[in-house]
Nanobody, 127 residues
Framework: QVQLVESGGGLVQAGGSLRLSCVVS????????MGWFRQAPGKEREFVTT????????YTADSVKGRFTISRDTPKNTVYLQMNSLQPEDTAVYYC????????????????????WGQGTQVTVSS
């Protein structure tokens, strides 16, 4: 069974940075497409960014482009979300997600495209 465990959330002032980590159990991490989503209070869960199983191809939502970066360390079975220039509107629970779907033609930006989810980690940005 695949398990995802996020860490690295916390409270930070506007303009600050955080790095989230997501450790994935199992032997086939290198074959997974990985994604980060977030859910702010009273809002729907939204796509943040995704990285292909190949490791170097990424796609990021316009709302965080240029500030957030996804990366993966295959030997460590870990995907990261580096978040810079954080703003109060980035306050949310951040979720890591994984899927066995692999596509070179489309980016997986919807929740139903992912099979496995972490429990989430809270990020709070104060003004």
């Amino acid at each position: 069974q695949v398990q995802l465990v996020e860490s690295g959330g916390g409270l930070v002032q506007a303009g600050g940075s955080l790095r989230l980590s997501c450790v994935v159990s199992g032997r086939t991490f290198s074959t997974y497409t990985m994604g980060w989503f977030r859910q702010a209070p009273g809002k729907e869960r939204e796509f943040v960014t995704t990285i292909r199983w190949l490791g170097s191809n990424t796609y990021t939502a316009d709302s965080v482009k240029g500030r957030f970066t996804i990366s993966r360390d295959t030997p460590k079975n870990t995907v990261y979300l580096q978040m810079n220039s954080l703003q109060p509107e980035d306050t949310a629970v951040y979720y890591c997600a994984a899927t066995n779907q692999r596509s070179l033609n489309i980016w997986l930006v919807k929740e139903d495209g992912y099979d496995y989810w972490g429990q989430g980690t809270q990020v709070t940005v104060s003004s």
